[in-house]
């Protein structure tokens, strides 16, 4: 059975920082591409980051980019968002998700999800 279990989130001002975790069990990270994704109130889950299997590419949603890093630490099976610069807009439901075949954007492609962990940035 996998299990990705996502924490870090939280109340931040803006200009903040956070680093979100993902916990994967029953799967090996480094042996698939992963994502985050995020869910504002009343929006479609969005895009944020990718990173490979391989970790040797990255990819990020415009909007983040520069501000926000993917990374993994192997050892611990876990998969990293390191947020700084944090914005309003920001706000949301940040999801990990695992096993995409190819590295993507689309959210159709990964497999397995966690649950999610709230980060709301005050302006």
């Known amino acids: 059975q996998v299990q990705l279990v996502e924490s870090g989130g939280g109340l931040v001002q803006a200009g903040g920082s956070l680093r979100l975790s993902c916990v994967a069990s029953?799967?090996?990270?480094?042996?698939?591409?992963t994502g985050w994704f995020r869910q504002a109130p009343g929006k479609e889950r969005e895009f944020v980051a990718a990173?490979?299997?391989?970790?040797?590419?990255?990819h990020y949603a415009d909007s983040v980019k520069g501000r926000f890093t993917i990374s993994r630490d192997n050892a611990k099976n876990t998969v990293y968002l390191q947020m700084n610069s944090l914005k309003p807009e920001d706000t949301a439901v940040y999801y990990c998700?695992?096993?995409?075949?190819?590295?993507?954007?689309?959210?159709?492609?990964?497999?397995?999800w966690g649950q999610g962990t709230q980060v709301t940035v005050s302006s």
């Open positions: 998700a695992l096993d995409a075949a190819v590295l993507t954007t689309r959210a159709t492609a990964y497999k397995y």
């Open positions: 029953g799967r090996v990270v480094s042996s698939y591409n």
């Open positions: 990173l490979s299997w391989t970790g040797s590419s990255t």
